[in-house]
């Protein structure tokens, strides 16, 4: 059974940073790729990072770019997003998920298992 857990998240203000983890168990974890999602109250979940297998490669929403970095050290089953210079705008329950294939995946039906989500709030 494949389990994806989040942790991290949290209260910050404006500017500041929080780093969310996701530790993945029940599936051979470097063979595939891993992304970030995000929802806000009254939104649809929208993508927010993807990294691919061996980390080699990723790609990040627009909105997201310079601010938020993906990472994954596979040796630990964990994915990483780095969220620096929040903004309120981002705040939202962020996903993890794992993909069905090996390369970068931004779309929603592209990944197979999600964790439980963690909240993230910027206050202003």
């Known amino acids: 059974q494949v389990q994806l857990v989040e942790s991290g998240g949290g209260l910050v203000q404006a500017g500041g940073s929080l780093r969310l983890s996701c530790v993945g168990s029940?599936?051979?974890?470097?063979?595939?790729?891993m992304g970030w999602f995000r929802q806000a109250p009254g939104k649809e979940r929208e993508f927010v990072a993807t990294?691919?297998?061996?980390?080699?490669?990723?790609r990040y929403v627009d909105s997201v770019k310079g601010r938020f970095s993906i990472s994954r050290d596979n040796a630990k089953n964990t994915v990483y997003l780095q969220m620096n210079s929040l903004k309120p705008e981002d705040t939202a329950v962020y996903y993890c998920a794992s993909a069905g294939r090996f390369s970068i995946a931004t779309a929603r039906d592209e990944y197979r298992y999600w964790g439980q989500g963690t909240q993230v709030t910027v206050s202003s």
């Open positions: 029940g599936r051979t974890f470097s063979n595939y790729a």
């Open positions: 990294i691919s297998g061996t980390g080699g490669i990723t």
